[in-house]
Each structure stands twice: as structure tokens, then as C-alpha cells.
Nanobody, 122 residues
Framework: VQLQAFGGGLVQGGGSLRLSCAAS????????MGWYRQAPGKSRELVAA???????DYAESVKGRFTISRDSAKNTVYLQMNSLRREDTAVYYC?????????????????WGQGTLVTVSS
């Protein structure tokens, strides 16, 4: 299983970006997907997550500005980021808890994407 993230870049404060993350490989089902971020000198933090039933959770700092969504048919999760602030600058990582086929059996694994840099300028 692989997760590949897209969509980072440089944006002015107040602008928008959309991140996407697609899972590929021996995916049977995706139980939860989320986005984390890590700013320089800080620990990684949860930004937003969505479960298989569509329940969402957001960090307080992004509520009302970011929206997480998923396309189960495409095994893809999106993060729409609006009203971006300088403090949103970080490397963003997608994460997924996936049920995968392992030979004739099923297993559950926790996977991370490669990270995509979001830089918000003033």
C-alpha cells in the first residue's frame, strides 16, 4: 500500500489550497484518513480526520477554514484549506488506516504519505 500526497505550494495569506492524497496497492477498505502537519521546530499535529462513516474531526486552529472530505471510490482524501495564515506553514502528511489483502488474509496497517510543503506568505 502507498499513499501519495499532492497539492502543496506557496500561497499568500488569505488564499486557498487543496491537498489530495490517494491510496494505492492492495487496499480492501480505508477505515480512516487524515491530515497531519509539522511546522519547523514543532511536533506533528493532527489537522483533520475523516472516518469511514463520514465523521470528521478538526484541530481548533483550523475549524471553519479547512474542510476534509473523501472519495471512497477513488481511495482519496482531500483537504480544502481556505483563509490560510502564516501559522499554517508546515509540511502536511496524509495518514490512513487501511485494511489490506496480505496473501489470502486481511490485515490492518497504518500508512503515511510522503509529505507536501505548504508555505503561506504574508
Amino acid at each position: 500500500v502507498q499513499l501519495q500526497a499532492f497539492g502543496g505550494g506557496l500561497v499568500q495569506g488569505g488564499g486557498s489550497l487543496r491537498l489530495s492524497c490517494a491510496a494505492s496497492g492492495s487496499v480492501v477498505s480505508i477505515n480512516a484518513m487524515g491530515w497531519y502537519r509539522q511546522a519547523p521546530g514543532k511536533s506533528r499535529e493532527l489537522v483533520a480526520a475523516v472516518t469511514s462513516d463520514g465523521s470528521t474531526d478538526y484541530a481548533e486552529s483550523v475549524k471553519g477554514r479547512f474542510t476534509i472530505s473523501r472519495d471512497s471510490a477513488k481511495n482519496t482524501v482531500y483537504l480544502q484549506m481556505n483563509s490560510l495564515r502564516r501559522e499554517d506553514t508546515a509540511v502536511y502528511y496524509c495518514n490512513a488506516r487501511i485494511t489490506e489483502s496480505v496473501g489470502a488474509m486481511l490485515g490492518e496497517g497504518d500508512y503515511w504519505g510522503q509529505g507536501t510543503l505548504v508555505t503561506v506568505s504574508s
